[in-house]
């Protein structure tokens, strides 16, 4: 029977060949190879990382543009429809002037009674509700924008070019004149100038007092001793 020796330690295989002092080497090296494997796996998925990033911020920016480019699509049609609507509104009233102007006659011959007063009133309801405004008033001055001078005469009483009297009246709705106001218009006489009442008054005074010295002079002045 065969008796183990004491103190006798099992070395491991080595490959033929081979010394024992080689087998570290190999063990170190499969040992280090682990950890390099790792890092390149990790620069790997970061590289993907910044990739996938990268298309994110592009899609971000994209879809950011298409937004603004919609919310400025919607702002431009909805004033186009407000354009459409007011350009249509408008056309429709100024076809509705001529009858205005035939109730404006009416009333001031006084016609206008019974049912036509009534419908009259009524239309004149519903255009107001529309917008339509009527302007034009007699002493007011003159202004080219919204006046349209038919009749053209000069007047003592005036100081600039004033519209004397009313021969169509105008309309319009907000800021947009449809028909301006048809007037006869005065003029200040040539050569006349205006007189502020302050020396106006001061005139008059000199006057008083130049009527008084004359007075005075042709009496012979007063009484002597």
């Known amino acids: 029977m065969t008796e183990e020796t004491p103190g006798f330690d099992e070395k491991p295989d080595v490959p033929s060949g ?64 407000v354009a459409v609507k ?10 509705l002037l001529p009858v205005l102007d035939d109730i404006g006659r009416a009333r001031e011959h006084g016609e206008l009674v019974g049912g036509f007063k009534s419908v009259a009133e009524s239309l004149e309801t519903v255009i107001a509700k529309m917008g339509l405004q009527q302007f034009g008033k007699e002493g007011e001055p003159f202004d080219p924008t919204i006046h349209e001078a038919l009749m053209h005469s000069y007047a003592p009483d005036v100081t600039e070019t004033t519209c004397v009297a009313i021969l169509q009246p ?23 100038q205006t007189v502020k009442p302050a020396e106006a008054g001061s005139e008059g005074q000199d006057a008083s007092d130049t009527e008084d010295d004359a007075g005075t002079k042709e009496s012979g002045g007063p009484d002597e001793g």
Do not use: M
């Open 86 to 95: 007011e350009v249509a509104v408008a056309n429709l009233l100024s076809e």
């Open 18 to 81: 081979a010394t024992p002092d080689d087998a570290e080497p190999q063990a170190a090296s499969e040992e280090g190879a682990a950890p390099a494997g790792d890092a390149s796996e990790n620069a790997g998925l970061l590289a993907q990382l910044d990739q996938v990033r990268t298309a994110l911020n592009e899609r971000t920016a994209d879809l950011q543009r298409l937004q603004a480019e919609y919310q400025n699509y919607r702002r431009r049609v909805e004033r186009d429809r």
């Open 170 to 192: 105008g309309y319009r709705i907000g800021e947009r004149t449809i028909r301006p106001a048809r007037v006869a218009v005065a003029e200040p006489q040539p050569g006349a």
